[in-house]
């Protein structure tokens, strides 16, 4: 089984986007002759870059042995679950930025263990046979609903849920 990697067209903010203000940047300095302000546009644009990096070639989720595994940043960070111990799959969100609106999480809570993933950067239908291996392995596992219908092929991308917000 072939891991599940971010999908590039849903990276352009990285590689289009946040670009521009280092060039921005860059450019004021350049032209105002602030090597400082050049130092910190060519700084910034150097931190995307690995940022970009890390998101096409380090990052993915899969399975690896007899675990499920996301790895980031090369293999220096991320988590792990046994296949056998997977309990639940679920599409939890979590309250962000963007006004209560959140990408769906793949979310695999084992008996100790949880794999996280924001699934913001990815196509949700590449989750399918990751999904039905973790169901090959064991058929009791739970699928919340969102991800038993992704598994059925539904389109659920135009779907979009208010995150709740906390009392405080």
């Known amino acids: 089984m072939s891991p599940v990697r971010p999908d590039p067209l849903l990276l352009w903010p990285t590689y289009t986007l946040f670009p521009l203000a ?3 940047i860059l450019i004021f300095g350049v032209a105002g002759g602030d090597p400082a302000m050049s130092f910190i546009g060519i700084a910034l644009l150097a931190v995307n870059a690995v ?23 090369f293999g220096l960070g991320g988590s792990r679950v ?12 979590y309250a962000g ?8 999480h793949f979310v695999v809570r084992g008996r100790e263990d949880v794999v996280r993933v924001n699934t913001k950067a990815y196509r949700l239908p590449t989750f399918v046979p990751l999904i039905e291996h973790i169901r090959s392995a064991n058929p009791r596992v739970e699928l919340d609903d969102f991800w038993t219908r992704v598994a059925r092929g539904e389109d659920v991308s135009k779907e979009v849920t208010v995150t709740p917000k906390g009392r405080f």
């Open 51 to 73: 940022f970009v990096v890390n998101q096409l070639y380090g990052t993915w989720v899969g399975v690896d042995g007899d675990e499920i595994v996301h790895q980031t940043w």
């Open 82 to 93: 046994p296949v056998g111990a997977v309990q639940r799959v679920d599409a939890k969100r």
């Open 97 to 104: 930025g963007h006004g209560g609106w959140s990408a769906p």
């Open 22 to 24: 280092a060039l921005s």
